[in-house]
């Protein structure tokens, strides 16, 4: 079956951190996140990988080739990005036979993708305890009889997890019209099919969709937790790695250094001497984690420093950040309240007790620079030696 890949968006609701890269392409453990996609179609036998692109397209297409794994991958262009729906009608081209259609923003269990090729007509879906956020799905004897978009007053528990295998036919229904909020939606083409075919729900324990940057965090929280150890790269004896810790060949750990897995240590990073690495964390290609540093559960991407006296919790680093000596990241409120973020102008709930901070590429703090919980630092945004900073910038 062909597996089409929706990776055109860019991600507003993660800005900063898609200001170089489309959401699709940021880190979650050793590869992006859509190529957890990809993997979990090609492992489910997938025999075609059709990439819909726009924001940022030349990472997606840098990254994969026109051969990923064995495997060809194609690519369309939705120009402006009009919805899902619309996003798979820019692939139409590609179709003829069963299609499946995949969000490159989502991870998937890789059994649950095989077991949706399996069984087209079918949709992924997960039981959630708060469904009024999902789209929400009945079934009867077996088999998904309606689909209706976050409801007041939620028919089950059943969420859509955003994974489809449609027939054929479903390639003429591409064309719906504009939704509510001015999108065309790829779940009207499946209420659709679900109008006109017995569509099988197959049930998925495990499920993520990737939309803010704490989800990001998660995300690499589940990959970084399926790590194996491995050490392929230079480490003293002097330095301590418990667990599953992955030192990829090029990367660098220096005497006094203690990692605690999970965690990731890409070619080309340098960590100590006595640093301090607690999982869940992912040190990026060329990070530098320098003296008196201690990292815990956070996302340190490529060619981010942080060399001295420093502490990072529970935070996401884009690219090429420095962090001044003595920067310290708090990421628990006094009153034990969950972290709250901003998402585009909006301040919400992360439904997190310990969440730092977000910074996009190319930010610098200055010396002493305290960061409170939940601060939002704009790509390139600086700090003055010994600032408190309280709000976003
Ligand atoms: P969304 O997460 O709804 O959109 P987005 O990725 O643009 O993010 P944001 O809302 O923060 O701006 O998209 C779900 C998936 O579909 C995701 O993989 C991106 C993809 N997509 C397209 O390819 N084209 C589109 O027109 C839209 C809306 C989404």
Same mark, same amino acid.
């Given at each position: ?109 890789p059994s649950a993708v095989a077991a949706l090729f399996d ?123 418990? $667990? ?5 060949? +090029? %990367? #660098?750990?220096?005497?006094?250094? !203690?990692?605690? =897995?999970? &965690? ?7 960590? $100590? ?5 607690? +999982? %869940? #964390?992912?040190?990026?290609?060329? !990070?530098?984690? =320098?003296? &008196? ?22 935070? !996401? ?77």
């Amino acid at each position: 079956m062909k597996a089409v890949v929706l990776a055109a968006g860019e991600g507003t609701r993660i800005r900063p951190l898609s200001g170089s890269v489309p959401k699709p392409m940021l880190p979650v453990a050793d590869r992006p996140l859509v190529a957890h996609t990809v993997d979990a179609a090609i492992d489910a036998g997938a025999d075609e990988i059709v990439l819909v692109v726009g924001y940022e397209s030349e990472t997606v297409r840098e990254f994969f080739g026109a051969t990923y794994r064995g495997v060809s991958v194609s690519y369309a262009v939705q120009t402006d990005q009009n919805g899902t729906a619309d996003a798979v009608n820019a692939a139409s081209e590609y179709l003829d036979g069963p299609f499946a259609v995949l969000n490159g923003d989502n991870l998937y269990d890789p059994s649950a993708v095989a077991a949706l090729f399996d069984s087209c007509p079918a949709v992924c879906a997960i039981e959630v305890e708060n469904p009024r956020n999902y789209g929400v799905l009945s079934t009867d004897d077996g088999t998904v009889v309606d689909i209706v978009e976050k409801p007041a007053d939620p028919p089950t528990n059943l969420a859509n997890a955003g994974a489809y295998a449609f027939p054929e036919r479903a390639r003429d229904w591409l064309d719906v019209p504009a939704s509510e909020r001015g999108e065309h939606e790829i779940t009207d083409v499946l209420a659709r099919v679900i109008d006109e075919f017995a569509v099988t729900p197959v049930t998925t324990d495990r499920w993520m969709d990737v939309g803010r940057p704490w989800e990001l965090l998660e995300a690499n929280e589940w990959k970084l937790g399926e790590l194996d150890r491995s050490i392929e790269g230079e480490v003293s004896d002097a330095a301590q790695l418990e $667990g599953d810790v992955v030192v990829e060949e +090029g %990367a #660098t750990v220096k005497p006094g250094v !203690v990692v605690e =897995g999970p &965690a990731l240590i890409r070619s080309g990073a340098t960590v $100590g001497p006595n640093a301090y690495v607690r +999982g %869940a #964390t992912l040190l990026g290609e060329d !990070v530098s984690v =320098g003296n &008196a540093v201690e990292i815990k559960n956070s996302v340190l991407s490529r060619g981010t420093s942080v060399s001295h006296l420093s502490y990072v919790g529970d935070s !996401v680093l884009g690219r090429n950040i420095n962090f001044g000596a003595g920067t310290t990241v708090a990421n628990l409120r006094h009153d034990d309240e969950s972290v709250k973020f901003t998402v585009k102008g909006e301040r919400v709930s992360t439904n997190r007790r310990k969440f730092g901070v977000v910074a996009g590429d190319g930010v610098k703090t200055g010396i002493n620079t305290s960061l409170t919980p939940g601060l939002k630092l704009e790509t390139a945004a600086t700090t003055r030696p010994g600032e408190v900073v309280e709000r976003d910038r």
